[in-house]
């Protein structure tokens, strides 16, 4: 089983872009599908992104469509999101997650996970 570790967050201004990312400290991404979530206090879980290993096998929310890219780099076993034209409300704790049987956006999506990271603070702020 994976065990995930992000990095990436931190202090931004509205407007402004981050690039998270989601490296595997034991076990390897390249057959991972990798969720991207975030919670803000007092908020539920969202899930924001997810990318797999092929094209059929993704997903972006709604609320940030357009502005947040989830990615791959297999030979840097690392899932990145990149997230640009960040607003206030997209402040919270971001995580990756995975499910290491089903691999499908669709049941890491809503919560069918058996790895996740610590998280990584996201704030956008003047």
């Known amino acids: 089983q994976v065990q995930l570790v992000e990095s990436g967050g931190g202090l931004v201004q509205p407007g402004g872009s981050l690039r998270l990312s989601c490296t595997a400290s034991?076990?390897?991404?390249?057959?991972?599908?990798i969720g991207w979530f975030r919670q803000a206090p007092g908020k539920e879980r969202e899930a924001v992104a997810c990318?797999?290993?092929?094209?059929?096998?993704?997903y972006t929310a709604d609320s940030v469509k357009g502005r947040f890219i989830a990615s791959r780099d297999n030979a840097k076993n690392t899932v990145y999101l990149q997230m640009s034209s960040l607003r206030p409300e997209d402040t919270a704790v971001y995580y990756c997650?995975?499910?290491?049987?089903?691999?499908?956006?669709?049941?890491?999506?809503?919560?069918?996970?058996?790895?996740r990271g610590q998280g990584t603070q996201v704030t956008v702020s003047s």
């Open positions: 997650a995975t499910d290491s049987i089903m691999r499908r956006c669709t049941i890491i999506i809503n919560g069918g996970t058996d790895s």
């Open positions: 034991v076990g390897s991404l390249e057959r991972s599908t």
């Open positions: 990318v797999g290993t092929t094209d059929d096998n993704t």
